[in-house]
T-cell receptor, first 120, second 117 residues
Framework: GAVVSQHPSWVICKSGTSVKIECRSLDFQATTMFWYRQFPKQSLMLMAT?????????EQGVEKDKFLINHASLTLSTLTVTSAHPEDSSFYICSAKYWAYDQSYNSPLHFGNGTRLTVT | AQSVAQPEDQVNVAEGNPLTVKCTYS??????LFWYVQYPNRGLQFLLKYITGDNLVKGSYGFEAEFNKSQTSFHLKKPSALVSDSALYFC???????????????FGTGTQLKVEL
């Protein structure tokens, strides 16, 4: 149980276009999902916290208008990179908490397999 | 602000030997501590967590970690390493207090473990 599916696993797009990444919790409801960005050989940087039915909470320095997050249902959150540029090329990872199993704050996150975005 | 330090970028171990991946943390109060493993081009997999109680925590795939409050450390260990353990390992911390950012998980920079025959 507690599977998080992320799609696509990799995408190449041209500069100036937009790309949408989906994150789904397959067998549980996720009221909160998290979006991370990982640069090569670096740690995960939290970009935003996605809450079902409300606006996402962005971390300092993350452009809200560039990284649009929508959490329309309890099993789906999307990250749209708008007007992508080569510097947006990175590995994006989503995660979710399995609230139904463990509603305490010590429950681990379950991660998707990530999306490798390359902007040419 | 909370932070996690993994002082070693890479750890090399011979198969069958014990391994240790180091982690120290800085957070207000008592934290929740986690270890995750990442294989190439994949997301993170949860290994183990420390909440309270016994300082030695046992997790998946034979891994364990020892919580040391005085040294603010949470080193990952395994008695006998396998080649298949080669991966990127992340230590993470989350404060207990919601007002202290209790919903936010902070990761270390990761340690690449290489186990060779």
């Amino acid at each position: 149980g507690a599977v998080v599916s992320q799609h696509p696993s990799w995408v190449i797009c041209k500069s100036g276009t937009s790309v949408k990444i989906e994150c789904r919790s397959l067998d549980f409801q996720a009221t909160t999902m998290f979006w991370y960005r990982q640069f090569p050989k670096q740690s995960l940087m939290l970009m935003a916290t996605s809450n079902e039915g409300s606006k996402a909470t962005y971390e300092q320095g993350v452009e809200k208008d560039k990284f649009l997050i929508n959490h329309a249902s309890l099993t789906l959150s999307t990250l749209t990179v708008t007007s992508a540029h080569p510097e947006d090329s990175s590995f994006y990872i989503c995660s979710a908490k399995y609230w139904a199993y463990d509603q305490s704050y010590n429950s681990p996150l379950h991660f998707g397999n990530g999306t490798r975005l390359t902007v040419t | 602000a909370q932070s996690v330090a993994q002082p070693e970028d890479q750890v090399n171990v011979a198969e069958g030997n014990p391994l240790t991946v180091k982690c120290t943390y800085s957070v207000s109060g008592n934290p929740y501590l986690f270890w995750y493993v990442q294989y190439p081009n994949r997301g993170l997999q949860f290994l183990l967590k420390y909440i309270t109680g016994d300082n030695l925590v046992k997790g998946s795939y034979g891994f364990e970690a020892e919580f040391n409050k005085s040294q603010t450390s949470f080193h990952l260990k395994k008695p006998s390493a396998l080649v298949s353990d080669s991966a990127l390992y992340f230590c993470a911390v989350r404060p207990r207090s919601l007002t202290g950012g209790g919903n936010k998980l902070t990761f270390g920079t990761g340690t690449q473990l290489k186990v060779e025959l």
